[in-house]
């Protein structure tokens, strides 16, 4: 079974809409936990990292449910901008797994 | 955040031969990895480069084909050895605070012939 798990998509979306993505983890012992973005024929950079209360950062919201082994990333207002690869990964003592993304495309 | 360069940015090479990746980083990060990307596949991890001591190798990966050096808390190297067509992927390194989020160099984008 795999550490992290992702919906890989592609997610096809408009311009403004509200696009959620899910990862589950597997080992219950994970501390860290974030998500990634990357676009095509780069490397991945850090979107944002994921709290167990929430946390928010402009129209991206991560959600973190330690007792499912869940975490979400919600995207308001999509713009094309963000269509790119979005990797979740989590960490445990210093070794991070990551899923094998999901692909979001934001059409005009 | 930290900044990270990779040299060279791409190569090729033919098989047989040997590669050496280098891994700079503009601060002193305590752990420094190096992962493989097949196009359009997720990150696979290769090994933790350690300073000071032997890195540590995931299943699959070999310190003969893959030896590592990490001799600083800036600095890292990977030599892909003997090289095959199967060798051909993107190299890329990372390094971070230990257990917190970890910085992407651009890659080495590596085909073998």
């Known amino acids: 079974r795999k550490e992290v798990e992702q919906d890989p998509g592609p997610f096809n979306v408009p311009e403004g809409a509200t696009v959620a993505f899910n990862c589950t983890y597997s080992n219950s012992a994970s501390q860290s936990f974030f998500w990634y973005r990357q676009d095509c024929r780069k490397e991945p950079k850090l979107l944002m990292s994921v709290y167990s209360s929430g946390n928010e950062d402009g129209r991206f919201t991560a959600q973190l449910n330690r007792a499912s082994q869940y975490i979400s990333l919600l995207i308001r207002d999509s713009k094309l901008s963000d269509s790119a690869t979005y990797l979740c990964?989590?960490?445990?003592?210093?070794?991070?797994?990551f899923g094998s993304g999901t692909k979001l495309n934001v059409k005009p | 955040s930290a900044v990270i360069s990779q040299k060279p940015s791409r190569d090729i090479c033919q098989r047989g031969t040997s590669l050496t990746i280098q891994c700079q980083v503009d601060?002193?990060?305590?752990?420094m990895f190096w992962y493989r990307q097949q196009p359009g596949q997720s990150l696979t991890l290769i090994a933790t480069a350690n300073q000071g001591s032997e890195a540590t190798y995931e299943s699959g990966f070999v310190i003969d084909k893959f030896p590592i050096s990490r001799p600083n808390l800036t600095f890292s190297t990977l030599t892909v050895s003997n090289m095959s067509p199967e060798d051909s992927s993107i190299y890329l390194c990372s390094g971070g605070p230990s257990g917190y989020e970890q910085y992407f160099g651009p890659g080495t984008r590596l085909t073998v012939t």
């Open positions: 990964v989590t960490g445990n003592f210093n070794k991070f797994y």
């Open positions: 601060s002193q990060v305590t752990m």
